[in-house]
């Protein structure tokens, strides 16, 4: 529990106004010259913007008191109507198991994942874990995302370059039925609080048929294989962000791929300089390669790098 601040005449007091310090910009007021309190440039920027009640509003669980709890009260207060309709409260990402912070040198921006892993990637990593649930960015998640990635745009791929007859049969009726199930589950999982694990695993049902039919058939009548594409599109492209861009996405992965591979062997190559205490060499690649772009991090244990952001 918090100490109450004597200075207050009710516990549940908070700064609309306060006094300005050196260095910080101002404003006169009836008040004093001084600056909004933190919730109450939140509360006017939502409200200018949105409108005085507005559909969702988002931000870390860590934000739910006394931040959002004070943007209500000041904003209904001054309204007289609701604030907002729903709150959406996200778990924290985590790095190999601690909590990304800079004085950690575990901090990873959005612009430098995107230099290391395909948008792809990134989005089914970041949507394969409940929004309120915790994530933890790691090489095992990465690579399982990635995977996951590969086998939904490899079913795409196949489905799409597969022969087309004008009949449809049986085979075809069970796979259009299979697909109808999957989409009742998607929908059904999304409406549960944006349950994307779950709407996830709907779209590998309809991967697991389209795979099953195409190990059975080697044709596929024109109006089912375009539903069964249009369907698994709207999901994964529309709905959950995923970029179905079969060839562009296929050469950049291989492109990363041989990045990493080469930076991990050259700082390999560069730790041996290191523990011979050949520094003239050692200090020679580090230079070289920031020159090139990447920035070079010594620790402790182990040496990381990434790609310089751009200007």
Request: net charge neutral.
């Amino acid at each position: 529990r918090i100490e109450v601040n004597p200075k207050k005449r009710n516990p549940a007091d908070f700064a609309l106004w306060k006094a300005r310090k050196d260095g910080e910009p101002g404003w006169h007021s009836p008040w004093g010259w001084g600056r909004p309190g933190w919730h109450i440039e939140c509360s006017t920027m939502a409200m200018k913007y949105l409108g005085e009640t507005f559909d969702i509003h988002m931000g870390g669980k860590d934000l739910i008191f006394p931040h959002h709890e004070n943007e209500i009260a000041q904003a209904e207060a001054l309204t007289d109507k609701p604030f907002v309709r729903y709150w959406l409260h996200n778990e924290w990402l985590t790095v190999n198991g601690q909590k990304m912070s800079k004085s950690l040198g575990n901090f990873i921006t959005v612009r430098d994942a995107l230099k290391m892993y395909s948008p792809q990637v990134l989005r089914f990593f970041l949507i394969s874990a409940h929004y309120r649930s915790p994530l933890d960015f790691n090489s095992e998640s990465i690579g399982a995302a990635k995977a996951n990635v590969e086998k939904i745009l490899g079913a795409i791929e196949r489905l799409l370059s597969m022969a087309e007859r004008d009949e449809k049969g049986p085979e075809e009726e069970a796979l259009l039925s299979q697909v109808l199930e999957a989409k009742r589950k998607f929908e059904e999982a999304m409406d549960d609080d944006f349950n994307t694990p779950l709407a996830i695993a709907a779209v590998f049902e309809i991967i697991k048929a389209i795979n099953t039919y195409m190990s059975q058939n080697n044709i596929i009548e024109k109006s089912t294989k375009k539903k069964v594409y249009e369907t698994i599109r709207i999901f994964v492209e529309d709905v959950l962000g995923i970029k179905i861009r079969v060839e562009g996405w296929r050469e950049t992965e291989k492109q990363m791929a041989i990045v990493k591979g080469l930076m991990d062997l050259i700082l390999e190559v560069r730790q041996e300089m290191r523990k011979r205490k050949e520094w003239k060499i050692s200090d020679e690649i580090r230079d070289k390669l920031q020159k090139m772009g990447f920035i070079i991090e010594d620790t402790p244990k182990e040496t990381r790098w990434r790609l310089k952001e751009s200007d």
